[in-house]
């Protein structure tokens, strides 16, 4: 598997710096590289890519929570829900303006078509394989925690750094893309499938290992990827296959399946018993 499959782009966003990275900051360059982002989302070479892979595969082919997922992140792209400085993650942005909601829609949101592609291309064959094996429903719920919990995680992190080191660019560090859920699953995948070898740049790697070295790699060969973000989904997947995050999940789930249960047998009840008078 190709490195830049997994890719979240990182925008800092620190006034008054300059950078040749992809990573942008606060000031007269940032217009710029929003035109740079409008000629890309324009040209949408990535999406006629990902069409073509999607048509190789085959919709019926597909798992539908998988297919599901791929589209909300395609018709997010297209058409999204606030620009990208508005909704990606950054603990400046959450924790001191309270804009939780960025945990819900940086990992749907992406940079350009080519960060798309690459994620969508990455998840495409993930997520049909997982979901195959975990079931549709429960694959939407790790889905669902993944991408809340990589978020946490994340802002952990960078808050950590920023307190260790005393620079606050940790903390105005603001990351969009699904890839530290694609790092998470490749945890999954991993476990789920034990052995076999991946090749990262031509070398191979035993799986077990692969994504500590794609983590690595990817930070030195591709300026303004999130390292924290990457870092966080390989975290969330070692909680979920070797910590405790698997058993929550599942006592959240029978608590949650046992009170609808007890809610409709009471709710039969007072059908069966005439009106409540509330």
């Not at 990573?23 to 217009?31: C, L, W």
């Amino acid at each position: 598997m190709c490195v830049s499959v997994s890719i979240s782009i990182s925008l800092r966003t620190r006034k008054g710096v300059r950078s040749s990275e992809p990573s942008t900051y606060i000031n007269i360059r940032t217009n710029s590289f929003f035109r740079m982002q409008s000629r890309q989302r324009r040209s949408h070479l990535g999406l006629l890519f990902l069409a073509s892979q999607l048509f190789q595969v085959g919709l019926d082919n597909i798992p539908p929570v998988t297919l599901a997922v791929l589209a909300l992140n395609v018709y997010l792209f297209l058409f999204p829900f606030a620009p990208l400085l508005k909704t990606c993650v950054s603990v400046h942005q959450v924790y001191r303006f309270n804009e939780w909601n960025r945990l819900l829609l940086s990992p749907v949101h992406h940079a350009d078509d080519w960060h798309l592609y690459f994620n969508m291309v990455s998840f495409l064959w993930k997520g049909s394989r997982l979901e195959r094996r975990l079931g549709g429903a429960w694959f939407l719920y790790v889905l669902s925690v993944f991408s809340l919990l990589i978020g946490l995680v994340y802002l952990l992190m960078e808050a950590l750094l920023t307190a260790l080191t005393d620079d606050q660019s940790y903390s105005l560090s603001c990351a969009v893309g699904f890839s530290g859920v694609l790092f998470a699953l490749k945890v999954l995948n991993n476990h789920y499938h034990p052995g076999g070898v991946t090749y990262v740049m031509g070398v191979p790697v035993a799986n077990r290992y692969a994504s500590w070295v794609e983590l690595v790699l990817i930070h030195i060969t591709t300026p303004g990827t999130s390292f924290a973000g990457h870092l966080a989904g390989i975290l969330v997947g070692l909680l979920y296959t070797s910590g405790p995050l698997k058993t929550i999940m599942k006592r959240c789930a029978e608590f949650v399946t046992a009170n609808e249960r007890r809610s409709y047998r009471g709710g039969g009840f007072f059908r069966s018993s005439g009106t409540s008078g509330i």
